[in-house]
């Protein structure tokens, strides 16, 4: 073996972190290992680690390349046209059964939610009707208290990794990063169950992020074909042991969770493609495409099974979730100065909304940290707080008289509905309580009205909109799945009408419009989305006629935004210590070459090594890939054969086909495994060395590389730009780019760049001197 220069991939299959040459290894090695005790002290300085429901884990990248070695060469050319015709149909049917559970389990999760918080809110209701105001809070936050610690257990006991929306998890995943149970069945579980919960408890939290979330898992366990643990296997998806062909289920999954959130297909397709993805092509536009039509298809077949009474209370609204008919946007050239205005006005809120995001989160993980207990006791204390605001708040408002000729029945008893009794007379309502003693989704229902211009006092606005703000960021971080959109939604619908309200008849713009743009402002101003977003807020309203106006907030807000920080989902990544590859190179690496942040030592193989070699590599390095070297006598001179993984060596170890003497048996080696030997299991579920077990003679012979190495990796002159290697690694999704020399009579290979090598912490880690330009 020959040691040169580092390959610095993340970790094997057996979660160790592997040395990249330059001491690092056991101070990351003892970091991974204990819990995370103070995150403003803390520097990842590796980029190997990741901070998953407030524990640090090894993180591994994913094999995306395609892998063209001897062994799977023969595989392409002895497939048949019906082996063909079957794996084409397979991801059809696959991307028709993501549709169909995603639409389902949407469809589920929103009727639940629905009946469990508007039972519940009924209740108090019928009490605050009867005067008993006391025995209405106690049932009010005894069931939300309740509500939420369930959701709260089930996060911090089974599934930590499904707290938050997820959203920044899969957008991670599909950049390449395989982070620790991100997409494990545990995890959707908890995502389900404890997503209903936790909206039903009455927190400022949406359910759309964790959807996402939920449909990408949804994919990733149809995709690997079930689960070991669980004892769910599917022979017949052995198709798809690769990476490859999961990241297109996962992005097809992700899509099916936007629209089934919001029932929003074409918005589903979009926010994969501009947010979610890393890499697109043609041929997912049109899957992406057919799973989200999928789900459209069976959230309009079971919302009109609902209509006949069969849900509940839930079953009164449409595919549309805030239909605006109303609203036709004739405005004039002093309107759209109202316009700008609020698309400042997101910008300026959104990102001072990301910035506290990120204090909050920082500060529950000194707590979260603590143990499961902490993580529950803080769910209780931030749900037990929401409830006293939810029903306190509403005692500052006053009583309006309800207003003559409505349609809607005023105040509304039993039932959820625009004006809330509360504690007021006959023939008045509480417009606060409106808001707060609500669902999220009838809320927003109320903000978008357009049929009563005073429906909301201005006092009653600006405390709703303090309230959900704030709430908002207090609320998310804690240990239950909760999605940022319905928050931000709340709170932007909220002070849009309260432009609307303050402006008066300086526009004539209708309130109801006022509402959707100051939303489209906020989400803007946080998310920093454009074309996904105002696609879903068209579908989400159903008034085309909004589209300029909605294009122009959007491109407003989130210009304004970008001038403070970044998105709230690229936030969280960073905090989370997942190293992200960006589109674009930053400005420091155009001054250094690929070769200056290759550093030794470089362990390669020979085309035919002995047993015991590479035992030691496996054992003592936790590199994922092995550059392989034809030497005399196979060869004249020294020469790049290729690169082998560390998982098809342990394959080929285990299976023991060795030989003697030094020789080349490829042939034979051929003819003895099949390609889905070396199929890649899903959730490290593949051989560790530690199963690897060898005899002293064994050790002593040798084994040929040749079949499973691949023999056209990607390949760069040493001297190339390291943006420009940068921007190579990620276009092509690359897990190892290989360095070779610029001038011959040199090792054939000078090191190898991983995702490691790209990350700021590591390049001025080696050159301080550089400044990072942000």
Request: charged content about 15%.
């Given at each position: 073996m020959d040691h040169r220069q580092p390959e610095s991939d993340y970790?094997?299959?057996?979660?160790d972190i592997e040395n990249d040459g330059r001491g690092s290894d056991a101070s990351s090695f003892s970091e991974a290992r204990e819990p995370l005790l103070n995150l403003r002290s803390r520097i990842n300085t590796t980029s190997q680690i990741a901070i998953v429901g407030a524990k640090v884990y090894p993180i591994e990248s994913l094999d995306y390349e395609m892998i063209e070695n001897d062994l799977f060469k023969q595989d392409w050319r002895s497939r048949k046209r019906v082996q063909?015709?079957?794996?084409?149909?397979?991801?059809?049917?696959?991307a028709l059964l993501i549709g169909l559970c995603t639409g389902l389990v949407g469809f589920l999760n929103n009727m639940a939610v629905e009946n469990i918080a508007g039972y519940k809110l009924v209740i108090t209701s019928d009490l605050m009707f009867n005067d008993k105001y006391l025995q209405a809070f106690a049932a009010f936050a005894g069931t939300n208290v309740i509500l939420a610690i369930c959701a709260g257990a089930l996060c911090a006991y089974i599934a930590p990794a499904a707290a938050g929306s997820g959203i920044p998890e899969v957008k991670a995943y599909l950049n390449g990063i395989d982070a620790h149970s991100i997409l494990a069945p545990s995890t959707l579980f908890v995502k389900i169950f404890g997503s209903i919960l936790g909206v039903s408890a009455g927190l400022v939290v949406g359910k759309e992020g964790p959807m996402v979330h939920t449909g990408a898992c949804i994919a990733n366990l149809l995709g690997q074909g079930g689960s070991r643990k669980y004892r769910l296997t599917w022979k017949w998806l052995r198709y798809f042991k690769n990476d490859r062909d999961r990241r297109d289920l996962i992005t097809c999954g992700a899509a099916a969770g936007v629209a089934a959130a919001f029932r929003a297909p074409v918005g589903g397709v979009l926010f994969a493609l501009e947010e979610a993805a890393s890499w697109w092509r043609s041929a997912l536009l049109w899957r992406t495409f057919?799973?989200?039509?999928?789900?459209a298809v069976v959230l309009r077949s079971l919302i009109n099974f609902c209509r006949g009474g069969n849900c509940g209370l839930f079953g009164q609204g449409g595919l549309i979730m805030f239909e605006m008919h109303s609203a036709i946007p004739n405005y004039t050239n002093a309107d759209l100065l109202a316009v700008v205005l609020i698309g400042v006005l997101g910008g300026l809120l959104g990102s001072i909304y990301n910035f506290f995001v990120d204090k909050v989160l920082r500060t529950y993980t000194l707590v979260n940290e603590r143990g499961p207990s902490f993580r529950v006791l803080l769910v209780a204390v931030i749900t037990l707080l929401t409830s006293c605001f939810a029903f306190g708040l509403p005692w500052l408002a006053k009583c309006i008289p309800c207003p003559n000729g409505s349609e809607k029945e005023c105040p509304t008893i039993g039932r959820s509905g625009n004006y809330k009794s509360f504690q007021c007379q006959p023939g008045h309502y509480n417009d606060l309580a409106s808001l707060f003693l609500n669902t999220s989704d009838d809320a927003i229902r109320n903000l978008l009205s357009s049929t009563n211009r005073n429906e909301f006092e201005i006092s009653s606005l600006i405390i709703f909109f303090a309230g959900t703000y704030f709430l908002g960021i207090a609320t998310y971080g804690i240990a239950i799945p909760s999605g940022l959109f319905i928050p931000v939604i709340l709170a932007g619908a909220t002070y849009g009408r309260l432009v609307g309200r303050l402006l008066g008849s300086l526009s004539t713009l209708d309130l109801g419009l006022f509402s959707v743009l100051g939303a489209a402002s906020f989400l803007g101003g946080t998310m920093r989305m454009t074309v996904s977003l105002c696609v879903i807020l068209l579908e989400l309203t159903n008034n085309l006629l909004m589209l300029p106006l909605i294009m122009l907030v959007l491109l407003i807000s989130k210009t304004v935004a970008d001038s403070f920080n970044h998105g709230v989902y690229d936030q969280i990544v960073q905090m989370k210590?997942?190293?992200?590859?960006?589109?674009?190179?930053?400005p420091y690496m155009k001054h250094l070459a690929a070769g200056d942040v290759c550093?030794?030592?470089l362990i390669t193989f020979s085309g035919v090594e002995k047993v015991g070699n590479i035992m030691h590599a496996l054992e003592t390095t936790g590199h994922n890939g092995f550059p392989v070297i034809d030497e005399p006598p196979f060869t004249d001179a020294p020469e790049l054969c290729g690169l082998v993984l560390r998982s098809h060596l342990l394959v080929l170890l285990d299976r023991k086909k060795f030989t003697k003497n030094r020789v080349v048996?490829?042939?034979?080696?051929?003819?003895?495994?099949?390609?889905f030997d070396f199929a890649k299991p899903g959730l490290g579920k593949g051989l560790k060395v530690s199963d690897i077990d060898l005899t002293p003679e064994e050790m002593e012979m040798y084994v040929d590389l040749h079949p499973i190495t691949n023999s056209s990796p990607y390949m760069v002159v040493e001297t190339m730009s390291l943006a420009k290697a940068a921007i190579l690694f990620r276009q092509l999704a690359l897990r190892h780019l290989c360095v070779i020399p610029k001038t011959p009579g040199r090792h054939p290979v000078v090191g190898i760049l991983t995702r490691h090598d790209f990350m700021p912490e590591h390049v001025l880690g080696l050159y301080p001197e550089l400044v990072h330009h942000k």
């Amino acid at each position: 073996m020959d040691h040169r220069q580092p390959e610095s991939d993340y970790v094997d299959g057996g979660g160790d972190i592997e040395n990249d040459g330059r001491g690092s290894d056991a101070s990351s090695f003892s970091e991974a290992r204990e819990p995370l005790l103070n995150l403003r002290s803390r520097i990842n300085t590796t980029s190997q680690i990741a901070i998953v429901g407030a524990k640090v884990y090894p993180i591994e990248s994913l094999d995306y390349e395609m892998i063209e070695n001897d062994l799977f060469k023969q595989d392409w050319r002895s497939r048949k046209r019906v082996q063909i015709f079957q794996y084409i149909f397979l991801k059809w049917t696959l991307a028709l059964l993501i549709g169909l559970c995603t639409g389902l389990v949407g469809f589920l999760n929103n009727m639940a939610v629905e009946n469990i918080a508007g039972y519940k809110l009924v209740i108090t209701s019928d009490l605050m009707f009867n005067d008993k105001y006391l025995q209405a809070f106690a049932a009010f936050a005894g069931t939300n208290v309740i509500l939420a610690i369930c959701a709260g257990a089930l996060c911090a006991y089974i599934a930590p990794a499904a707290a938050g929306s997820g959203i920044p998890e899969v957008k991670a995943y599909l950049n390449g990063i395989d982070a620790h149970s991100i997409l494990a069945p545990s995890t959707l579980f908890v995502k389900i169950f404890g997503s209903i919960l936790g909206v039903s408890a009455g927190l400022v939290v949406g359910k759309e992020g964790p959807m996402v979330h939920t449909g990408a898992c949804i994919a990733n366990l149809l995709g690997q074909g079930g689960s070991r643990k669980y004892r769910l296997t599917w022979k017949w998806l052995r198709y798809f042991k690769n990476d490859r062909d999961r990241r297109d289920l996962i992005t097809c999954g992700a899509a099916a969770g936007v629209a089934a959130a919001f029932r929003a297909p074409v918005g589903g397709v979009l926010f994969a493609l501009e947010e979610a993805a890393s890499w697109w092509r043609s041929a997912l536009l049109w899957r992406t495409f057919f799973t989200t039509a999928i789900v459209a298809v069976v959230l309009r077949s079971l919302i009109n099974f609902c209509r006949g009474g069969n849900c509940g209370l839930f079953g009164q609204g449409g595919l549309i979730m805030f239909e605006m008919h109303s609203a036709i946007p004739n405005y004039t050239n002093a309107d759209l100065l109202a316009v700008v205005l609020i698309g400042v006005l997101g910008g300026l809120l959104g990102s001072i909304y990301n910035f506290f995001v990120d204090k909050v989160l920082r500060t529950y993980t000194l707590v979260n940290e603590r143990g499961p207990s902490f993580r529950v006791l803080l769910v209780a204390v931030i749900t037990l707080l929401t409830s006293c605001f939810a029903f306190g708040l509403p005692w500052l408002a006053k009583c309006i008289p309800c207003p003559n000729g409505s349609e809607k029945e005023c105040p509304t008893i039993g039932r959820s509905g625009n004006y809330k009794s509360f504690q007021c007379q006959p023939g008045h309502y509480n417009d606060l309580a409106s808001l707060f003693l609500n669902t999220s989704d009838d809320a927003i229902r109320n903000l978008l009205s357009s049929t009563n211009r005073n429906e909301f006092e201005i006092s009653s606005l600006i405390i709703f909109f303090a309230g959900t703000y704030f709430l908002g960021i207090a609320t998310y971080g804690i240990a239950i799945p909760s999605g940022l959109f319905i928050p931000v939604i709340l709170a932007g619908a909220t002070y849009g009408r309260l432009v609307g309200r303050l402006l008066g008849s300086l526009s004539t713009l209708d309130l109801g419009l006022f509402s959707v743009l100051g939303a489209a402002s906020f989400l803007g101003g946080t998310m920093r989305m454009t074309v996904s977003l105002c696609v879903i807020l068209l579908e989400l309203t159903n008034n085309l006629l909004m589209l300029p106006l909605i294009m122009l907030v959007l491109l407003i807000s989130k210009t304004v935004a970008d001038s403070f920080n970044h998105g709230v989902y690229d936030q969280i990544v960073q905090m989370k210590g997942l190293p992200y590859l960006e589109a674009h190179a930053e400005p420091y690496m155009k001054h250094l070459a690929a070769g200056d942040v290759c550093s030794g030592p470089l362990i390669t193989f020979s085309g035919v090594e002995k047993v015991g070699n590479i035992m030691h590599a496996l054992e003592t390095t936790g590199h994922n890939g092995f550059p392989v070297i034809d030497e005399p006598p196979f060869t004249d001179a020294p020469e790049l054969c290729g690169l082998v993984l560390r998982s098809h060596l342990l394959v080929l170890l285990d299976r023991k086909k060795f030989t003697k003497n030094r020789v080349v048996c490829g042939g034979q080696v051929l003819r003895t495994y099949d390609a889905f030997d070396f199929a890649k299991p899903g959730l490290g579920k593949g051989l560790k060395v530690s199963d690897i077990d060898l005899t002293p003679e064994e050790m002593e012979m040798y084994v040929d590389l040749h079949p499973i190495t691949n023999s056209s990796p990607y390949m760069v002159v040493e001297t190339m730009s390291l943006a420009k290697a940068a921007i190579l690694f990620r276009q092509l999704a690359l897990r190892h780019l290989c360095v070779i020399p610029k001038t011959p009579g040199r090792h054939p290979v000078v090191g190898i760049l991983t995702r490691h090598d790209f990350m700021p912490e590591h390049v001025l880690g080696l050159y301080p001197e550089l400044v990072h330009h942000k």
